[in-house]
């Protein structure tokens, strides 16, 4: 996945949001405007980082949960979390060992 860095904090934020309500039933405080701040970082992406084909469905979903609420629409909720899931386990950390990995040293760090 290109644009890792500037996917990366959006899907975990909604990944917070989504799985604290399926395994809880508990709403995250400012869960709204955690998808609202998602929804509009997601959006300023640029063209090339595609995130209607990476994450077909994921902003207009986002908008749904957010008109009609997480407790309204479980099955949009269970739709977005089996899609950050699937993308979050694609997704690679440069300088991170992967479970895969034969090497799990993690990469040097320069402090230049």
């Known amino acids: 996945m290109e644009y890792v860095a500037d996917l990366a904090d959006p899907l975990v934020d909604i990944r917070d949001v989504v799985e604290s309500f399926r395994s809880s039933h508990l709403m995250l405080p400012d ?15 640029p063209p090339q980082a595609q995130v209607d084909v990476v994450l077909p469905g994921l902003v207009p979903n986002l908008r749904l949960l957010l008109t009609a609420g997480l407790d309204n629409v479980p099955q949009v909720v269970d ?14 950390v440069p300088g991170i060992p992967a479970p895969e990995d034969d090497d799990w040293s993690f990469a040097e760090i320069n402090a230049s």
């Not at 869960?31 to 992406?45: G, K, N």
């Not at 739709?79 to 690679?92: C, D, G, K, P």
Request: glycine share 0%; hydrophobic share 55%.
């Open 79 to 92: 739709m977005v979390a089996a899609q950050i899931a699937a993308a979050l386990e694609q997704t690679r």
């Open 31 to 45: 869960w709204d405007q955690t998808l609202r701040r998602v929804v509009t970082a997601l959006s300023q992406l």
